[in-house]
T-cell receptor, first 116, second 112 residues
Framework: AQKVTQAQTEISVVEKEDVTLDCVYE???????LFWYKQPPSGELVFLIR??????QNEISGRYSWNFQKSTSSFNFTITASQVVDSAVYFC?????????????FGTGTRLKVLA | DTGVSQDPRHKITKRGQNVTFRCDPI?????LYWYRQTLGQGPEFLTY????????KSRLLSDRFSAERPKGSFSTLEIQRTEQGDSAMYLC??????????FGQGTRLTVV
C-alpha cells in the first residue's frame, strides 16, 4: 500500500531559524517519485521539488534543501534561515505507476509558522 | 497566464442541487487530475485523464460524481444532488507524462 506520513502537524519557529519538515513514505514499487508542495494561505499548491527513486542525491536550492534516504524511506525538507514568507502548509507526496496513472498520494501536511 | 485555471473559485449551493466545475489545464499537458481537499487534510485523488480518456476513478468518487475531458482539453467535474459532506476544495492539476503536476487555485464548494 502507498502511504505518506508527515508526523509534524504544526511547527513554529522564529525568523532566521532553520527548520526541517519530515516525510516518511511507504511503497512496494521500485520506481516512484517524491514531491514537496507548498500551500500558502491563498490555497494554490506550489510545486517545490521532484525526486525519482533512483536519484538519492541531496539537493539544495537557495535556502531549501532536501534529504532523500531510501534506507529509511524518508524525504525530509529543510529551510535554512526561515523567513515569514515561508509560513504555509507543506505537503509531501508520493507518485508511483499504479494502474499507469502516476497519481499522487499526499501526506496530511505540516503547517509552518515563522514568527517575526 | 499559462497556469492551470479553475472556475468558479467559490461556489455556495443548497443541498440537493447539482454543481459543475471547470478546469483548463496547461495547454501542452496531456494528463489531468482532480483532487479533493478538506480542512486540515492533504489532497485526495478523485480521478485521472490521459488526453480524453478517463483512466482511473477513486472509490471516493460516488456515482453522484462525473468527470469529462472532451477532446483532451478542458475538463468538467459535476456533482449531482450535493450533500453537506461534499463541501471541500476541489483541485485540478495537469502534467506532462510522468512530470510534476501543476495545480490550479481550486474551487471551494460549500453545501448549505
Amino acid at each position: 500500500a502507498q502511504k505518506v506520513t508527515q508526523a509534524q502537524t504544526e511547527i513554529s519557529v522564529v525568523e532566521k531559524e532553520d527548520v526541517t519538515l519530515d516525510c516518511v513514505y511507504e511503497t512496494r514499487d521500485t520506481t516512484y517519485y517524491l514531491f514537496w508542495y507548498k500551500q500558502p494561505p491563498s490555497g494554490e499548491l506550489v510545486f517545490l521539488i521532484r525526486r525519482n527513486s533512483f536519484d538519492e542525491q541531496n539537493e539544495i536550492s537557495g535556502r531549501y534543501s532536501w534529504n532523500f534516504q531510501k534506507s529509511t524511506s524518508s524525504f525530509n525538507f529543510t529551510i535554512t534561515a526561515s523567513q515569514v514568507v515561508d509560513s504555509a502548509v507543506y505537503f509531501c507526496a508520493l507518485s508511483e505507476n499504479t494502474s499507469g496513472t502516476y497519481k499522487y498520494i499526499f501526506g496530511t501536511g505540516t503547517r509552518l509558522k515563522v514568527l517575526a | 497566464d499559462t497556469g492551470v485555471s479553475q472556475d468558479p473559485r467559490h461556489k455556495i449551493t443548497k443541498r440537493g442541487q447539482n454543481v459543475t466545475f471547470r478546469c483548463d489545464p496547461i495547454s501542452e499537458h496531456n494528463r489531468l487530475y482532480w483532487y479533493r481537499q478538506t480542512l486540515g487534510q492533504g489532497p485526495e485523488f478523485l480521478t485521472y485523464f490521459q488526453n480524453e480518456a478517463q483512466l482511473e476513478k477513486s472509490r471516493l468518487l460516488s456515482d453522484r460524481f462525473s468527470a469529462e475531458r472532451p477532446k483532451g482539453s478542458f475538463s468538467t467535474l459535476e456533482i449531482q444532488r450535493t450533500e453537506q459532506g461534499d463541501s471541500a476544495m476541489y483541485l485540478c492539476a495537469s502534467s506532462l507524462f510522468s512530470g510534476e503536476a501543476f495545480f490550479g487555485q481550486g474551487t471551494r464548494l460549500t453545501v448549505v
